[in-house]
């Protein structure tokens, strides 16, 4: 998905408003008249970790890209490098 768009970085910060959402509902704020349940953690959780995901996606992808851009050989070694770290 982040390779055929033209900003990755939308993903991104997509991905991180997810993840305020969820905080904002697991906590949840004390201004919010909700009462902390089961299924409402389950859920925030599940939208945090997609969230989650959406960043660390983007941010890998995002990544490559920099690494080819200053010379790096487009091959395996490259790769590995990017996600060891």
Do not use: E, H
């Not at 939308?10 to 997810?18: P, Q, R, Y």
């Not at 992808?61 to 070694?77: M, P």
């Amino acid at each position: 998905m982040c390779d055929k768009i033209a900003y990755p970085s939308i993903i991104s910060i997509i991905g991180n408003i997810l993840m305020i959402i969820s905080f904002i509902f697991i906590g949840p704020l004390p201004f919010l008249p909700l009462d902390p349940s089961y299924g409402l953690m389950i859920a925030m959780i599940a939208i945090s970790g997609v969230g989650l995901a959406n960043v660390m996606v983007s941010t890998f992808g995002r990544a490559q890209v920099a690494a080819l851009r200053v010379g790096f050989n487009k091959d395996i070694d490259t790769y590995m490098l990017i996600a060891g770290n």
